[in-house]
Every structure is written in structure tokens, then in C-alpha cells.
T-cell receptor
């Protein structure tokens, strides 16, 4: 699977938007971009995924660059409960579906 | 609640022993995955089963084995345990293996401490 690069940590104030970046310069045309998050002492939790177009769901938005070499996970109003490690993961269409986790971004939300 | 159930939640055992971790996937999910998370290694993929058959293998030690039963639940067997096997073991499931658009759902994990 192609690799992703994320900042080790980010901070945000409560109730403000958060933009979590991810670089994936070696992404192929059939790679999906997935975001998962892991709260302390819990299993990873699906957040959102996309292929080419921007995506929105109840948890977040995913903005994908036109060349697909980068993407941004947007939390519109951060809450204390959003403090977690956020993982940006690429998966290739048609391959076995295991996810390869990097080190992710530790998001701290300040009250 | 992801719908993936793992037991036991916590387990303490001695070096050299053998343990079995159990996972019940979400209803209808055919794929089961096992991951190991330790402080120094992060989340590592161990093995995947699809409808009872091994589908993919990751960094799983020879001392570890897994299987998926006809009712789709899965067990991860860890033998000749060493201190370094202390970790959080996650099971995850997904409906099918073919499409990258599918979401994978993780359980809460089984904490294994080897003393």
C-alpha cells in the first residue's frame, strides 16, 4: 500500500474547526483514502473515506486535492470528545482489505 | 458500539503459557481481522479470515495462530507467551473483502498482560 504522512500532533480549541492534513504523494488511481480515529483505550473507529470527490458525513468532511496527493480531514466544531489519534490510510481497490496503520496525528482539544 | 465483541477484555498470564482470544464479528460480516497494538509498535495487522478461510497474513508470529469457525466467530491463539507479547489485541470485521469502499469495524480489544 502507498504510504501516508501526517503530523505527529496538533492542537485545537474546543468548538473551533480542525483541519488534519495527510500527504500521500504516491497514491495510485484506485487507492481509496480512509480516515479512522482511536480514542484512548478504545478500538479504532471509522470516520470517513473517499476516492476523488470531497465527502461529508455526520462526523466530518474529507477534502481531497485535485491531484489526490493530499487530503484534509475537517472536524467542523471540535469537542473534547474528539481528542484522539487520527489515522489517514490508503487502501487499494481489489486487494485484501486489511488496513495498514501509520503513527497518525494525536489531536489535543483544549477547553 | 461497533457490534464486534471481544472476550476476555483483560487477561493476565505467565510467560510460557497459552491463551485464546475470542471475537464475534458484526452480524453478517464475513471478514475478520486481528491486530496487535503495543506501545512501541503501534497497530500491527496480524491476520485476516474471510468466510472461514485465511485471506491475508501480516506480522503474525509462528507462536500465534488463528481460525474462523463456521458461525464466523474467530479465535486467536497465543502460545509460549513472552513478556513482549503484552499488548492490546483488536479484532475487526467487515462485510466483504473485495471492495475498498467497505468500512472495517473494530472491537474494544483484549488487554493481554504477560508477567
Amino acid at each position: 500500500d502507498a504510504k501516508t504522512t501526517q503530523p505527529n500532533s496538533m492542537e485545537s480549541n474546543e468548538e473551533e474547526p480542525v483541519h488534519l492534513p495527510c500527504n500521500h504523494s504516491t497514491i495510485s488511481g484506485t487507492d481509496y483514502i480512509h480516515w479512522y480515529r482511536q480514542l484512548p483505550s478504545q478500538g479504532p473507529e471509522y470516520v470517513i473515506h473517499g476516492l476523488t470527490s470531497n465527502v461529508n458525513n455526520r462526523m466530518a468532511s474529507l477534502a481531497i486535492a485535485e491531484d489526490r496527493k493530499s487530503s484534509t480531514l475537517i472536524l467542523h466544531r471540535a469537542t473534547l470528545r474528539d481528542a484522539a489519534v487520527y489515522y489517514c490510510i490508503l487502501t487499494r481497490s481489489g486487494s485484501a482489505r486489511q488496513l495498514t496503520f501509520g503513527s497518525g496525528t494525536q489531536l489535543t482539544v483544549l477547553p | 458500539d461497533s457490534g464486534v465483541t471481544q472476550t476476555p477484555k483483560h487477561l493476565i498470564t505467565a510467560t510460557g503459557q497459552r491463551v485464546t482470544l475470542r471475537c464475534s464479528p458484526r452480524s453478517g460480516d464475513l471478514s475478520v481481522y486481528w491486530y496487535q497494538q503495543s506501545l512501541d509498535q503501534g497497530l500491527q495487522f496480524l491476520i485476516q479470515y474471510y468466510n472461514g478461510e485465511e485471506r491475508a497474513k501480516g506480522n503474525i508470529l509462528e507462536r500465534f495462530s488463528a481460525q474462523q469457525f463456521p458461525d464466523l466467530h474467530s479465535e486467536l491463539n497465543l502460545s509460549s507467551l513472552e513478556l513482549g507479547d503484552s499488548a492490546l489485541y483488536f479484532c475487526a470485521s467487515s462485510p466483504q473483502t473485495a471492495s475498498s469502499g467497505n468500512t472495517i469495524y473494530f472491537g474494544e480489544g483484549s488487554w493481554l498482560t504477560v508477567v
